[in-house]
């Protein structure tokens, strides 16, 4: 952020408050992403103390697929530029996925498993979202309701391979996640974490689907 307030000239005093020019700037992209209304985004504060958003999650997968796909999301017709910088920020996530969250983290290995073609990033409180950018281009995002991150990883990667996101080799790659094992204080496995999700098919109004990428 410090960086960007470089690059555009903005000061950098008080950048962390959500009534920084910069800040704005943020919530307009999530606003234009989300296909939300400003005032329907709710702000709170992170970890590191910047500004947070909270929506709903189907607002959310509209800004994880069109970072999937950016111009089946029509973003150009508003804002010329913004799909070309969201390909741009795809393709480094996966570059370097390891600067997404960390050497050996899921996240990092679900890119890699991938190559990239998955892109994914957790939040607190069991939150999860994912772009997935082919063959059949989507956005995902998931809450656990507990807010636990035990279960998790396991549940991004059954909700993927019941989407046919996952190739076998890939899956496979990835199997040690999708099943984690428990351990008790002695070191003994005592159990293992099992993901059990069921999706439900809804039907779309065919004009909601036009240009709106799922």
């Not at 507990?146 to 996101?165: F, K, N």
Request: net charge negative; hydrophobic share 45%.
């Amino acid at each position: 952020m410090l960086l960007a307030c470089r690059l555009l000239g903005l000061p950098a005093a008080d950048y962390l408050a959500p009534t920084h020019p910069l800040q704005e700037r943020i919530l307009d992209h999530l606003s234009r992403l989300s296909r939300l209304p400003r005032e329907a985004v709710g702000i709170g504060v992170d970890g590191c103390s910047a500004p947070t958003y909270h929506l709903p999650l189907e607002a959310a997968a509209r800004a994880y697929a069109a970072l999937a796909h950016p111009r089946a999301a029509g973003l150009d017709d508003a804002a010329p530029g913004v799909a070309a910088a969201l390909d741009r920020i795809g393709s480094a996530m996966a570059t370097a996925p390891e600067m997404v969250a960390g050497p050996g983290r899921f996240t990092t290995r679900l890119m890699a498993a991938t190559g990239g073609r998955v892109v994914g990033k957790e939040g607190a409180e069991g939150v999860y979202g994912l772009a997935v950018r082919g063959p059949v281009a989507l956005g995902a995002v998931l809450k656990i309701a507990d807010g636990g991150e035990r279960c998790r990883d396991g549940v991004v990667i059954d909700l993927l391979r019941q989407l046919g996101s996952l190739a076998a080799a890939e899956l496979a790659d990835l199997a040690d996640l999708r099943v984690p094992p428990l351990y008790n204080h002695r070191g003994l496995r005592v159990g293992e974490v099992v993901p059990e999700i069921e999706l439900e098919e809804e039907e779309w109004d065919d004009e909601e689907l036009v240009d709106s990428p799922r």
